[in-house]
């Protein structure tokens, strides 16, 4: 398993566009970019990895009331053990009127064998 499926099944059902690293379509009024930002290997005493330890950052793009989609969203990754590490607003964009809000997830797995 890895963090970036886990979002994608998570997150297909509430029927908002999801892309990684950057949003290639014509935007609608509501998306989200998630982008992977970390892979490391979790180390024990016998200086083995044993686990992975993987973080992504959702990026939500909406025009408008951003609060309903983040409580939606919160509730999901916290209701499948997935670690909310931050959430904070970016800003409103002028250009393209959308409101960017971010939040930054990890979760653990087991290592695999490699």
Known sequence: ???????????EPIGIPIETGVFSKKP??????????????DF???NQ???VIEEARLS???????QPLKKQLTKI???ADITITDR?????????KYHHYSIDVLKEYEMEEY
């Open 60 to 66: 939500l793009f909406i025009k408008k009331n951003y």
């Open 77 to 79: 990754l916290l209701k």
């Open 88 to 96: 904070q607003y970016i800003g409103f964009e002028d250009d393209t």
């Open 44 to 46: 024990f005493a016998d």
């Open 28 to 41: 609608p009024d509501e998306y989200i970019v998630i982008t992977p930002m970390s892979d490391r290997l």
């Open 1 to 11: 398993m890895s963090l970036l499926k886990d979002l994608n099944t998570l997150l």
């Open 49 to 51: 990895a044993h686990s």
